[in-house]
């Protein structure tokens, strides 16, 4: 299989896609185990969130590792340690037992996830790097949907045989390493001695990079703990509907990185569809917890919203290579992934407590200011900053 052809990036991103059950596979087990081990429902979430506890702290250093052994490797080895830790999940006799395999999964997940990028970046460039990369941003929720629709029937038989399952596939995926492409393909300028890996952090470009792809996650992230709430007890939907919003709305989000992975190389279009996403995106949002706003409204506002905050997403994991100024594509590709991980952890921790003060005004300003900041930290081909000065004259 040639690399850079379609059919050996639709494997990289195959890989990525399977990978992503670590995490998704948990979701809708957190009751299960909670009963379980004899531990509460708030307890046992951090099952699903313990797999991506090494992927928000150690990103640069696992991006070091992959630099000198190689992106195919790295993958194998990758499989092998979360396919290993998967089973020994099955296995857990205590609940802190459970967490500590969890993490040590999560090192597979995210060697896996990191090798994968570090591929589609290395042997893709121009129109087809951009696709690649708009296609890559929705294998983590397409991931996390195939999961949760796989896992469910197992919700109230057996826990222990998903994690078990999970493990079969993941070794059974070693037997498609052989067609990715060989060899290590890393940059010498990437090879850094491990004294230098967190020098990224003092890269503006790379910070710009990681707010952008911090805000709106975080945003979205947060959402995935409120929206449930608001929506029964607020507006009174069904719970038995929810999973419907949410399937639809993960659907909606993987239909739009496709889309995005062709529009985003129209260059004269492209740039004026990521602006009106994020202005649209941020206006739905507003509709969805507007006082007034019906049931079906809200419901309808939060799928299509779904939608243009992907499609903003997906232009911004495009962006990675014009913020890696140094050449180095991988520091710039493991620092979006470190701050989508960490998003996961900070969305509800700052969404909740401002979503439940006596007034909506400061989650809607914090709702703006994520939705519009990466058009002000990532370059794009209209003049923005300009026609928002003229804007602002004009106002």
């Given at each position: 299989?040639?690399?850079?052809?379609?059919?050996?990036i639709?494997?990289?991103?195959?890989?990525?896609v399977?990978?992503?059950a670590?995490?998704?596979?948990t979701?809708?087990?957190?009751?299960?185990?909670?009963?379980?081990?004899?531990?509460?429902?708030?307890?046992?979430?951090?099952?699903?969130?313990?797999?991506?506890?090494?992927?928000?702290?150690?990103?640069?250093?696992?991006?070091?590792?992959?630099?000198?052994?190689?992106?195919?490797?790295?993958?194998?080895?990758?499989?092998?340690?979360?396919?290993?830790?998967?089973?020994?999940?099955?296995?857990a006799?205590?609940?802190?037992?459970?967490?500590?395999?969890?993490?040590?999964?999560?090192?597979?997940?995210i060697?896996?996830?990191?090798?994968?990028?570090?591929?589609?970046?290395?042997?893709?460039?121009?129109k087809r790097?951009?696709?690649?990369?708009?296609?890559?941003?929705?294998?983590?929720?397409?991931?996390?949907?195939?999961?949760?629709?796989s896992v469910?029937?197992?919700?109230?038989?057996?826990?222990?045989?998903?994690?078990?399952?999970?493990?079969?596939i993941?070794?059974?995926?070693l037997?498609?390493?052989?067609?990715?492409p060989g060899?290590?393909?890393?940059?010498?300028?990437e090879?850094?001695?491990?004294?230098?890996?967190?020098d990224?952090?003092?890269?503006?470009?790379?910070?710009?990079?990681?707010?952008?792809?911090?805000?709106?996650?975080?945003?979205?992230?947060?959402?995935?703990?409120?929206?449930?709430?608001?929506?029964?007890?607020k507006?009174?939907?069904?719970?038995?509907?929810?999973?419907?919003?949410?399937?639809?709305?993960?659907?909606?989000?993987?239909?739009?990185g496709?889309?995005?992975?062709?529009?985003?190389?129209?260059?004269?279009?492209?740039?004026?569809?990521?602006?009106?996403?994020?202005?649209i995106?941020?206006?739905?949002?507003?509709?969805?917890f507007?006082?007034?706003?019906?049931?079906?409204?809200?419901?309808?506002?939060?799928?299509?919203q779904?939608?243009?905050?992907?499609?903003?997403?997906?232009?911004?994991?495009?962006?990675?290579?014009?913020?890696?100024?140094?050449?180095?594509?991988?520091?710039?590709?493991?620092?979006?992934?470190?701050?989508?991980?960490?998003?996961?952890?900070?969305?509800?921790?700052?969404?909740?407590?401002?979503?439940?003060?006596?007034?909506?005004?400061?989650?809607?300003?914090?709702?703006?200011?994520?939705?519009?900041?990466?058009?002000?930290?990532?370059?794009?081909?209209?003049?923005?900053?300009?026609?928002?000065?003229?804007g602002a004259?004009?106002?």
């Amino acid at each position: 299989m040639r690399a850079g052809s379609w059919p050996s990036i639709a494997l990289t991103l195959a890989f990525a896609v399977i990978i992503a059950a670590c995490h998704g596979k948990t979701i809708v087990l957190v009751g299960d185990i909670a009963h379980a081990f004899s531990v509460t429902p708030a307890h046992a979430s951090w099952v699903v969130s313990a797999v991506a506890l090494v992927a928000a702290l150690a990103s640069p250093i696992v991006n070091w590792a992959i630099a000198h052994v190689g992106e195919r490797r790295s993958i194998i080895l990758g499989l092998v340690i979360a396919g290993t830790f998967s089973y020994l999940d099955s296995l857990a006799t205590t609940f802190q037992g459970l967490l500590i395999l969890r993490v040590l999964e999560g090192l597979g997940y995210i060697l896996v996830v990191l090798a994968a990028l570090a591929l589609i970046l290395h042997t893709t460039d121009g129109k087809r790097r951009t696709s690649a990369l708009a296609f890559w941003s929705v294998a983590s929720p397409l991931g996390g949907a195939i999961a949760i629709f796989s896992v469910s029937p197992y919700v109230g038989v057996d826990w222990r045989i998903v994690f078990s399952g999970h493990a079969y596939i993941l070794f059974g995926l070693l037997l498609l390493t052989p067609l990715l492409p060989g060899g290590n393909l890393v940059h010498k300028t990437e090879r850094k001695p491990l004294s230098k890996v967190f020098d990224i952090y003092s890269d503006p470009s790379l910070i710009r990079l990681a707010a952008a792809v911090g805000a709106p996650l975080t945003l979205a992230l947060g959402l995935v703990a409120i929206v449930p709430v608001y929506f029964i007890t607020k507006l009174h939907v069904a719970p038995t509907t929810i999973g419907v919003i949410s399937t639809v709305g993960i659907l909606s989000s993987v239909l739009a990185g496709i889309f995005a992975g062709f529009i985003l190389n129209i260059k004269r279009l492209g740039p004026w569809v990521v602006v009106s996403s994020a202005v649209i995106g941020l206006a739905l949002e507003f509709v969805v917890f507007l006082p007034g706003t019906s049931p079906s409204v809200a419901i309808v506002a939060k799928i299509a919203q779904g939608f243009f905050g992907s499609f903003v997403v997906a232009w911004i994991f495009t962006s990675i290579p014009k913020m890696s100024t140094h050449g180095d594509v991988m520091g710039a590709g493991g620092i979006a992934e470190q701050f989508l991980y960490i998003s996961m952890f900070l969305g509800p921790v700052i969404l909740f407590p401002l979503f439940v003060l006596p007034t909506l005004i400061p989650f809607f300003i914090v709702v703006a200011i994520a939705h519009l900041l990466p058009l002000f930290l990532l370059p794009l081909d209209i003049p923005i900053r300009r026609l928002l000065r003229l804007g602002a004259k004009a106002a």
